[in-house]
């Protein structure tokens, strides 16, 4: 049976996240800001939810329409077919979003989107779901614009850049999935040296790891939809261990990463045990300004302090033509990425960036910087 699918996605990534569906063979597919729509089977479901490096979460659509007033969205959620999907015996959660709706309180619409679905189940089976605030077995999304809903079943549960592995973190980390879309948009490729000089956690590190190993993202985690009704646990399992078996043997796979912070060190290391990774990557302690290249060529991908504590900015402004000094001197050849919120760095830094790609770190307005260093031709001219 064709089901249709909306993954969410960090925005600026839509058109990796395309990218990736279409070589999932998902059909009918469709951009749109901070995701994309498509069709495909419970097969398609679970293989994107177990190898997406992009996507947020999937949602599995069950209704649409147009409504004037919230009763029209209540009976919308009456009148949908919920016991196909789950029991009265699991428990609910139901949230709402909109953009441009007319409604006067989502949080209203919200509880009787709840009593809608409760309301199904008693006159079906004289029983309701229980609510559960916490850790609910069925999610449901409602979504809203101007003069039209979306009922969704969340198929992902935890977000899927949750990928299990990072059990320690720096402040203000970099999300699994955002990470790995600026790798994919680096045009980085397995063989290829990668470097973050400044790595934090290890986010972008583990997620070149994992793709130089071919690793599925989602392989160490569950899934919502494992507790539908109509999950088919044996198309599951052949799908996972189809997975298992295309994934690499761990040895170094000329990823490198430091830090000037000797605990962020520790954490990465920590993060690297468990992914499985401690053996594909080279850790160090340094600073940016005296860290030289590791290879002829490679690229460096890098998410650099923001500076928004008062007196950050103040120094990074002068780090900034540090920065640019050693990879001026120590990187020429590399193709260089910073994701960064200060729209000021590429000038401070005195290099013109070859392109400029707007994404959002959370919520944080960014730019991903691509800068190749190549001897005397990107230096800004100063004025």
């Excluded at 293989?47 to 409504?67: C, D, H, P, Q, W």
């Excluded at 409760?118 to 614009?145: E, G, M, Y």
């Excluded at 507790?227 to 170094?252: C, G, H, M, P």
């Excluded at 050849?333 to 392109?355: A, C």
Aim: net charge positive; aromatic share 10%.
């Amino acid at each position: 049976m064709s089901l249709r699918f909306f993954a969410t996605c960090p925005r600026g990534l839509e058109e990796v996240l395309v990218d990736e569906l279409t070589q999932l063979k998902a059909k009918d597919i469709m951009q749109t800001d901070g995701g994309v729509s498509f069709t495909g089977t419970n097969e398609l479901l679970y293989r994107v939810n177990l190898s997406s490096r992009i996507a947020t979460r999937i949602l599995v659509l069950i209704k649409e329409g147009f409504y004037k007033k919230e009763d029209d969205l209540y009976k919308a959620a009456l009148f949908s077919d919920w016991d196909h999907w789950f029991t009265e015996n699991q428990s609910i959660k139901v949230s709402t979003s909109a953009i441009y709706a007319p409604l006067k309180s989502l949080d209203f619409i919200t509880l009787r989107i709840k009593d809608a679905v409760c309301d199904f189940f008693r006159k079906k089976t004289n029983k309701r779901p229980n609510v559960a605030i916490r850790d609910p077995d069925i999610k449901i999304h409602l979504f809203l614009n101007k003069n039209q809903y979306s009922l969704y079943l969340d198929a992902s549960g935890a977000p899927l850049y949750q990928r299990g592995y990072r059990a320690n973190s720096v402040q203000a980390p970099i999300r699994e999935n955002l990470a790995a879309g600026i790798i994919a948009l680096s045009g980085w490729q397995p063989g290829e040296a990668l470097l973050d000089p400044m790595c934090g956690s290890g986010t972008f590190l583990i997620e070149a790891a994992l793709i130089a190993k071919n690793k599925a993202p989602g392989l160490d985690r569950n899934f919502s939809f494992m507790a539908w009704k109509n999950f088919d646990a044996q198309l599951f399992n052949n799908i996972k261990t189809e997975y298992l078996t295309q994934v690499k043997v761990s040895r170094f796979m000329n990823i490198y990463g430091s830090d000037r912070d000797m605990s962020a060190v520790r954490i990465s290391k920590k993060n690297l045990a468990l992914a499985d990774l401690d053996d594909c990557i080279k850790l160090s302690c340094a600073e940016f300004a005296e860290i030289k290249a590791p290879e002829k060529m490679g690229v460096m991908i890098t998410n650099p302090p923001y500076g928004e504590r008062i007196g950050e900015n103040e120094s990074l402004n002068l780090e900034y033509p540090e920065w640019a000094r050693q990879l001026k001197t120590a990187f020429t050849g590399w193709r260089t990425y910073f994701l960064t919120n200060d729209f000021k760095m590429p000038k401070l830094m005195r290099l013109s960036p070859s392109k400029k790609t707007p994404l959002y770190n959370g919520a944080l307005d960014c730019r991903l910087f691509e800068i190749t260093i190549v001897a005397g031709s990107n230096r800004k001219k100063i004025t």
